[in-house]
Structure formats: structure tokens, C-alpha cells
């Protein structure tokens, strides 16, 4: 099975950009697709985005689209989430997410592999 870890989170001014970074390792990556979510403090874990195994399909949460993408580097074992025109409210521990199929997947159900999160933090 895959083991995820995410990297790349830090403190940002609002209006920055960021770009957190998922490693995946002892599964076949391509094979999974992939997602991102995020939990602030006292909130629900939440639907950020997602991608299929080949990257040609991508999906968004709309409090997110237009400011974030995702992509990954199948030959790198690496899934990444590029955030620019960050805000206060973007502010969470981000975790990126596996699934053993090919197609997205938009609920925290539909993933069965998890990293450990990496904090974000935006300050106005």
C-alpha cells in the first residue's frame, strides 16, 4: 500500500503564494488516484481538490477554484498543490489523499490513504 507525506506548508502573507508538496511511496503511484483536503480548527475535514492517475483530469472545490491547481509528477512519485491569492480562511492542515482507482473522488470516504498533514497559515 501507498504511504503519503506532504511537505512544503509554512506561514504567508494573504495575497502570497505556496506550494505544498504530497511524496508517495511503496505502491504504484500512477495507479492511485489522488486528492487534497484540509481541516482548520474546530471545522470539518474538507474537499480541496482532486486529480485522476494520469493528471489529465482535475476537479476543484469552488472556494478554491481559479486561485489553486493541482498536478503531479507520475515519474517522481509526487502529487503538488500550487496555491496563489491566498486568504486568512485558507488557513488549515492540508492533507493529500490516495485512492486505489483511477477516477476522482470529491468525499473523504472515497480515499483510504492519508498523509499526516502539513499546516498552512495565512495572515491578513
Not at 472545490?61 to 491547481?69: E, H, I, M
Request: charged share 15%.
Amino acid at each position: 500500500q501507498v504511504q503519503l507525506v506532504e511537505s512544503g506548508g509554512g506561514l504567508v502573507q494573504a495575497g502570497g503564494s505556496l506550494r505544498v508538496s504530497c511524496a508517495a511511496s511503496g505502491g504504484t503511484f500512477s495507479s492511485y488516484a489522488m486528492g487534497w483536503f484540509r481541516q482548520a480548527p474546530g471545522k470539518e475535514r474538507e474537499f480541496v481538490a482532486a486529480i485522476s492517475k494520469t493528471g489529465l483530469n482535475t476537479y476543484y472545490a469552488d472556494s478554491v477554484k481559479g486561485r489553486f491547481t493541482i498536478s503531479r509528477d507520475n515519474a517522481k512519485n509526487t502529487m503538488y498543490l500550487q496555491m496563489n491569492s491566498l486568504k486568512p480562511e485558507d488557513t488549515a492542515v492540508y492533507y493529500c489523499a490516495g485512492r486505489r482507482v483511477g477516477f476522482i473522488g470529491t468525499m473523504r470516504n472515497d480515499y483510504a490513504y492519508w498523509g499526516q498533514g502539513t499546516q498552512v497559515t495565512v495572515s491578513s
